[in-house]
Nanobody
Framework: QVQLLESGGGLVQAGGSLSLSCAAS????????MGWYRRAPGKQRELVAA??????KYADSVKGRFTISRDNAKNTVSLQMTSLEPEDTAVYYC???????????????WGQGTQVTVSS
């Protein structure tokens, strides 16, 4: 069983910064894609940023403000968020596409989510 443990988040004023971190633990053979999604109230979950096939991908709404980084040796992924806007308010979820052993297929693993609230 693979678990994703998220940390960070909280309440910040518009224009401020926050960092999110996520660590994967358990029986892990490999992790392919790894990143962050978010779900704002009344909206569908959307991709925020991810490292896919080795390269970063960002939602247009966060380009230039958010930076994603990954430590493959530690199975961690972090998201540095700057110039936060009230529209960034959401629950942020860590995602990892993991493979637990050579005989299994990859599957999506999700964290429990961490709240980010940006006040105006």
């Amino acid at each position: 069983q693979v678990q994703l443990l998220e940390s960070g988040g909280g309440l910040v004023q518009a224009g401020g910064s926050l960092s999110l971190s996520c660590a994967a633990s358990g029986t892990i053979l490999s992790i392919n894609d790894m990143g962050w999604y978010r779900r704002a109230p009344g909206k569908q979950r959307e991709l925020v940023a991810a490292i896919i096939r080795g390269g970063p991908k960002y939602a247009d709404s966060v380009k230039g403000r958010f930076t994603i980084s990954r430590d493959n040796a530690k199975n961690t992924v972090s998201l540095q968020m700057t110039s936060l806007e009230p529209e960034d308010t959401a629950v942020y979820y860590c995602n990892a596409r993991v493979r637990t052993d050579r005989w299994s297929t990859e599957y999506d693993c999700w964290g429990q989510g961490t709240q980010v609230t940006v006040s105006s």
